[in-house]
């Protein structure tokens, strides 16, 4: 039990020193009309964007690459097959063009046919307002940051080759290209104030985590617990909403659910920004994932607490 509890105290981030953070002022805001109309473009459609629609996630990587181009003169798809079919992921890029990178991505993609409001067009309305949120930032950062809109991250795909985040992290591993950070937007839309609203995968978290669905998690592996407590940290001081961190085995459920994992796998440092997905969100694979189940207000200050994490990291 003491080795648990020595454990559970890591992974919400009470150990190690505190580093500086810096604090945005009050007119760095997130814009919540635009984080509803991306919202509605990707999960308002009766058609839904998942691997056996391609015309569906081709009309969705030509939204989401036609909002970055508005902002970056550096965009670009990664184009790849699986069998017969062409996939992309799209790419916009900020700062330098040579050097370290951080990398911010979220998949577009959905499982089945549903609407995948929280999971994950919250996530991609998160990357595409942050896209806005950099543009005035751009001539200033030290570091290249690249914003990847992934497909093909859901079942079948999940934990195959064929999602588009291994394609991504593959290509930066081949090339030799040097990561300073990965952050991973996966569902950042569903919160509640209600008593005993979130779940955990084991029941002792509950003496150690809040009861209530109402904050957003910064989730990574143990061994890189420094990255999650600044992001954590970085929230805090940045957004109106509360901010957990958890460093945490693999072996815990949900640890590794989406595009991080695919740079862990190459020694990157990887976070996921999440809502905590299916252990509070019911509507998880659902049909009732739906843009009425989110709470836009608190979107908007995760999407203003990891803007602040990134310029920290670049600066």
């Given at each position: 039990?003491?080795?648990?509890?020595?454990?559970?105290?890591?992974?919400?981030?009470?150990?190690?020193?505190?580093?500086?953070?810096?604090?945005?002022?009050?007119?760095?805001?997130?814009?919540?009309?635009?984080?509803?109309?991306?919202?509605?473009?990707?999960?308002?459609?009766?058609?839904?964007?998942?691997?056996?629609?391609?015309?569906?996630?081709?009309?969705?990587?030509?939204?989401?690459?036609?909002?970055?181009?508005?902002?970056?003169?550096?965009?670009?798809?990664?184009?790849?097959?699986?069998?017969?079919?062409?996939?992309?992921?799209?790419?916009?890029?900020?700062?330098?063009?040579?050097?370290?990178?951080?990398?911010?991505?979220?998949?577009?993609?959905?499982?089945?046919?549903?609407?995948?409001?929280?999971?994950?067009?919250?996530?991609v309305a998160g990357l595409l307002e942050i896209a806005?949120?950099?543009?005035?930032?751009?001539?200033?950062?030290?570091?290249?940051?690249?914003?990847?809109?992934?497909?093909?991250?859901?079942?079948?795909?999940?934990?195959?080759?064929?999602?588009?985040?291994?394609?991504?992290?593959?290509?930066?591993?081949?090339?030799?290209?040097?990561?300073?950070?990965?952050?991973?937007?996966?569902?950042?839309?569903?919160?509640?104030?209600?008593?005993?609203?979130?779940?955990?995968?084991?029941?002792?978290?509950?003496?150690?985590?809040?009861?209530?669905?109402?904050?957003?998690?910064?989730?990574?592996?143990?061994?890189?617990?420094?990255?999650?407590?600044?992001?954590?940290?970085?929230?805090?001081?940045?957004?109106?909403?509360?901010?957990?961190?958890?460093?945490?085995?693999?072996?815990?459920?949900?640890?590794?659910?989406?595009?991080?994992?695919?740079?862990?796998?190459?020694?990157?440092?990887?976070?996921?920004?999440?809502?905590?997905?299916?252990?509070?969100?019911?509507?998880?694979?659902?049909?009732?994932?739906?843009?009425?189940?989110?709470d836009i207000d608190k979107m908007a200050e995760v999407?203003?607490?990891?803007?602040a994490s990134i310029i920290q990291i670049v600066n």
């Open positions: 039990m003491k080795k648990l509890i020595s454990i559970l105290l890591i992974m919400n981030g009470i150990c190690g020193m505190a580093d500086p953070i810096p604090v945005l002022g009050d007119s760095v805001k997130a814009d919540k009309a635009r984080i509803m109309a991306h919202l509605q473009f990707l999960a308002g459609s009766a058609q839904a964007r998942y691997d056996g629609n391609v015309k569906r996630l081709d009309e969705c990587a030509a939204y989401i690459l036609n909002e970055f181009k508005k902002l970056s003169d550096h965009v670009e798809e990664q184009k790849y097959m699986v069998g017969a079919k062409e996939y992309k992921n799209v790419i916009c890029s900020f700062g330098p063009r040579d050097g370290a990178r951080i990398i911010v991505g979220a998949h577009y993609d959905v499982c089945d046919v549903q609407p995948g409001a929280d999971d994950n067009a919250s996530g806005r949120m950099l543009k005035n930032e751009s001539g200033t950062l030290k570091y290249r940051i690249d914003l990847v809109a992934y497909t093909l991250e859901e079942p079948p795909n999940f934990r195959t080759e064929n999602m588009g985040s291994a394609v991504h992290a593959k290509m930066l591993h081949d090339q030799h290209i040097q990561v300073k950070a990965m952050i991973c937007l996966e569902m950042i839309g569903y919160f509640s104030d209600q008593p005993h609203s979130q779940e955990y995968p084991a029941g002792i978290m509950k003496l150690f985590y809040p009861t209530k669905a109402n904050y957003i998690a910064v989730i990574g592996k143990v061994g890189q617990g420094k990255t999650t407590r600044k992001i954590k940290r970085n929230i805090k001081r940045n957004a109106d909403i509360r901010s957990i961190s958890l460093n945490a085995p693999a072996f815990i459920p949900g640890i590794d659910f989406s595009d991080h994992l695919n740079y862990w796998k190459y020694g990157y440092v990887a976070v996921m920004i999440t809502d905590t997905s299916f252990y509070r969100n019911a509507n998880y694979h659902e049909k009732t994932d739906t843009i009425s189940t989110l999407i203003k607490g990891v803007f």
